[in-house]
């Protein structure tokens, strides 16, 4: 089985959705892991979940990323076969760490978004998406203030020559423009990985479109594309 | 002791939607004459170090905690 350790940071509220999605839903071994533990090597994967880590003051993730834990994820990324996922306010804390690039501003429209969106999978051969068809149409739930993604030109052009490039909002037939971007997101980008690929943010929240009775089952393609993708190693 | 003053704004060429807005209200109010507002974060530390390396300091805190470069730049005074 493989083994996920789910960061808790103050202010944490997807925490629990995680650990569930993980370990009773997709039936692998989790643990929650405070934000004070230095050890973190024995988990495969580590999941940086949704909330407002430290009330989102300063900006979101901006304290998190001091947290004791993220010195250990920091040694964590540049393990083989170790894996990184940032959901929601954990992409942001990704961001800020400078394990991805970016940042992220107010969504454009200033309000705080929670409802279902549609998500292009726009490359398929990662860790996270390996079970999903290129281009294939994924309906998942987002819900946050701050998630319009921005980075420089020369960034952006070497996430899309490097194909790290996720996910991208997009409407239900698959159309991308500026009508189908819910945050005013650069390039509709809604979820992005480093170079290396073991180290994903995705604004979106998987682990609450797990079953059917939630609205939506797409989320469990993200973790089984995961679980799958460590297996191969393990 | 020393005060400093910090203020921490977007980039030029970075879209502030909050700044849009309040733009977009004081037209509404008949304030045709502004060109463009920007909105920032002012931040007052008060500190016992008044040395040489005071601004050094600040730099560091700024660039590591209170400005994210990807987005934002600042300036700041010492009393």
């Not at chain 1, 050890?39 to 998190?64: C, E, N, Q, W």
């Not at chain 1, 294939?136 to 946050?144: D, F, G, N, S």
């Not at chain 2, 304030?31 to 600040?58: A, H, W």
């Amino acid at each position: 089985m493989v083994k996920f350790g789910v960061v808790v940071f103050p202010g944490s509220n997807c925490d629990k959705d995680c650990l569930w999605a993980v370990k009773d839903v997709s039936g692998q071994k989790a643990e929650f892991v405070w934000h004070e533990s230095k050890d973190i090597m024995k988990y495969d994967v580590i999941i940086l979940p949704g909330g407002f880590s430290y009330g989102d003051y300063l900006r979101t993730g901006a304290i998190a990323r001091f947290s004791r834990v993220m010195d250990a994820v920091q040694k964590f990324a540049v393990k083989k076969n170790k894996m990184i996922v940032g959901i929601c306010n954990g992409f942001q804390i990704l961001l800020e760490a400078g394990l991805l690039p970016g940042a992220m501003l107010v969504n454009r429209d200033l309000k705080f978004i929670s409802k279902f969106i549609h998500l292009s999978v726009e490359n398929n051969a990662t860790a996270y998406t390996n079970k999903c068809e290129k281009g294939q149409i994924l309906r998942v739930p987002i819900a946050h203030g701050e998630g319009n993604y921005f980075c420089d030109e020369k960034t952006l052009n070497s996430l899309i020559e490097n194909d790290q490039v996720v996910f991208r909002y997009c409407d239900e037939h698959g159309k991308i423009n500026e009508e189908t971007n819910p945050n005013g997101s650069l390039y509709n980008i809604a979820g992005i990985m480093n170079k290396k690929g073991n180290v994903m943010g995705m604004m979106p929240h998987p682990e609450r479109a797990m079953t059917k009775e939630l609205g939506s089952t797409d989320g469990n393609l993200v973790f089984r594309s995961i679980v799958d993708h460590v297996k191969k190693y393990l | 002791m020393a005060k400093v003053k910090i203020y921490v704004t977007l980039k030029d060429g970075v879209l502030d939607p909050q700044g849009k807005t309040v733009q977009f209200a004081l037209d509404k109010m008949g304030y045709k004459n502004i060109d463009s507002v920007r909105m920032g974060k002012y931040i007052e530390i008060d500190t016992k170090n008044d040395g040489k390396d005071l601004k050094k300091q600040i730099d560091e805190i700024c660039d590591k905690l209170l400005a994210n470069p990807n987005i934002e730049k600042y300036s700041f005074t010492i009393e």
